[in-house]
């Protein structure tokens, strides 16, 4: 069964520094890997988006990582501002009996930064 | 695109009573999910529709929840006699799955929020 584990649960930087956040999963067999950024009560905006067969992804100051062989991911903030603080979420996207492609996500990162 | 769009947003009823929320994606994906995240916690996965065929419930889906998605278009999930530990953001995605390729993106809609009292 695919567990996937995000770690720190929270973290609080304040302005201006590069930050990591990690995700692993369990079972190496996935499609592709999805950074999500969720604010409070909100729904879920996506991030980055790795290919099984990728290694990284960049979008502006976000660079997310993929070693699907050793189960782990990072998402790179580089100088992080206040309106970064958001909850993000890491996902897999796994096949499943009828080859769902449904997504099974972390607990989430919470991440306040502050000026 | 408009987006997957969810209503309500909001919804607060009485414990036993029936609540049912639409989702409508993106006008011409095929597929679409329904995911509940409780307070803290990631979304976790309900079910999903190809089309208008449901093909995979999680055991989480009791029989008090059921989902349609008549003519392939938009969906609707109804929980009856709904119960304090139903609370949670209801979130839909859909996405565009083309033939053998599981690389399709999901998109989300805002969620709807229930509170049962």
């Known amino acids: 069964k695919q567990e996937v584990t995000q770690i720190p649960a929270a973290l609080s930087v304040p302005e201006g520094e590069n930050l990591v956040l990690n995700c692993s999963f369990t079972d190496s067999a996935i499609y592709n890997l999805q950074w999500f950024r969720q604010d409070p009560g909100k729904g879920l905006t996506s991030l980055l988006l790795i290919q099984s067969s990728q290694r990284e992804q960049t979008s502006g100051r976000l660079n997310a990582s993929l070693d699907k062989s050793s189960g782990r991911s990072t998402l790179y903030i580089a100088a992080s501002q206040p309106g970064d603080s958001a909850t993000y979420l890491c996902?897999?996207?796994?096949?499943?009996?009828?080859?769902?492609?449904?997504?099974?996500f972390g607990q989430g990162t919470t991440l306040q930064v502050k000026p | 695109d408009t987006g997957v769009s969810q209503n309500p947003r909001h919804k607060i009823t009485k414990r036993g009573q029936n609540v049912t929320f639409r989702c409508d994606p993106i006008s011409e994906h095929n597929r679409l999910y329904w995911y509940r995240q409780t307070l803290g916690q990631g979304p976790e996965f309900l079910t999903y529709?190809?089309?208008?065929?449901?093909?995979?419930k999680s055991r989480l889906l009791s029989d008090r929840f059921s989902a349609e998605r008549p003519k392939g278009s938009f969906s609707t999930l109804e929980i009856q006699r709904t119960e304090q530990g139903d609370s949670a953001m209801y979130l839909c995605?859909?996405?565009?799955?083309?033939?053998?390729?599981?690389?399709?993106?999901?998109?989300f809609g805002p969620g709807t929020r229930l509170t049962v009292l």
């Open positions: 529709f190809q089309n208008e065929a449901q093909l995979e």
């Open positions: 996902a897999v996207k796994v096949g499943g009996s009828s080859n769902t492609g449904k997504l099974i």
């Open positions: 995605a859909s996405s565009l799955m083309r033939r053998g390729d599981f690389t399709d993106t999901q998109y």
